[in-house]
Structures are given as C-alpha cells and as structure tokens.
C-alpha cells in the first residue's frame, strides 16, 4: 500500500495513514498510572479542542498503565502469569469507563477536521465500535 496513489487507494476502498514523528496532542499523562478509569477519563477532560486544533492529531490513549506502580510491579514479576497480568486485569476495568465516555464526549471534545486516534492495550470489537461511532459522527459534520 505505500506504493499506491491516494486516488488508487480510494478506488479500492483503502486507507493508509502513517504518523511519523508528527505533533501530537496527547491524554497520555499521569493519570494513566492507574487501575481504574477515573484518572484516565480525567485526563480526556482536560483535552480541548482549542488545544489540538495546534497538532497534526489528538490520540486518545484509554489503556492503564499500571506496571508504573510499584506493588503492582513487584506482583507481576513475582506471581502472574497470562491470566492474572495487570494488561489483563486492567483493560475491562478501564474500558467500562473510558470507552463510554469517549462515545458521548469524543464528538464534542475533538477538532473539529483533525485526526483522532484512540489507544487501547490492545484493539478489540468494544474499541471499534467507539472508534467507529465517533467517525461517522465526524463525517456527519
């Protein structure tokens, strides 16, 4: 795909975006050294439109990232295993609360003409379908 024209992507109903080292506005702060959603979803309010419309596209980073905090690093290493990770004990917790916020808040809360990108631990259908959403209502004006 990184051969074909824009026209020749479209034509077969293509997408292709690379990101390189372009300026981003980013949620991803403190409050992303979690377990729960709260300090996620605080982080997406103090996003604003006004502030992304300055970079090349907002990214909405909805996952945790608990392995900054100490116990749970030392729990990690010393007794999980696939089924008791913290990215697996982390992403439905977090997803109950990022993810409903980001499909009634995206819309409202994104520039308006930008590229929004959301971020998960991993990408699953719950994700899409936010993702999804909120690009038609995007196109919709």
């Not at 003409?113 to 899409?128: E, P, Q």
Request: hydrophobic residues 45%; proline residues 4%; contains cysteine.
């Amino acid at each position: 795909m990184n051969t074909l024209t824009t026209d020749a992507l479209r034509a077969h109903g293509k997408r292709l975006i690379i990101l390189d080292n372009a300026n981003q506005y980013s949620s991803y702060g403190d409050g992303n050294s979690t377990l729960v959603p709260g300090p996620i979803v605080a982080e997406f309010e103090r996003m604003t439109a006004p502030q992304a419309q300055a970079h090349a596209f907002t990214l909405w980073q909805s996952q945790a990232t608990a392995t900054n905090i100490r116990d749970v690093v030392i729990q990690s290493v010393l007794f999980a295993n696939t089924a008791t990770s913290c990215l697996m004990a982390t992403k439905p917790i977090c997803d109950v609360g990022t993810l409903p916020w980001l499909q009634a808040n995206l819309p409202r809360a994104a520039a308006k003409g930008r590229l929004n990108v959301i971020m998960n631990d991993f990408f699953d259908g719950a994700t899409a379908d936010v993702a999804i959403a909120a690009s038609r209502k995007a196109l919709e004006g």
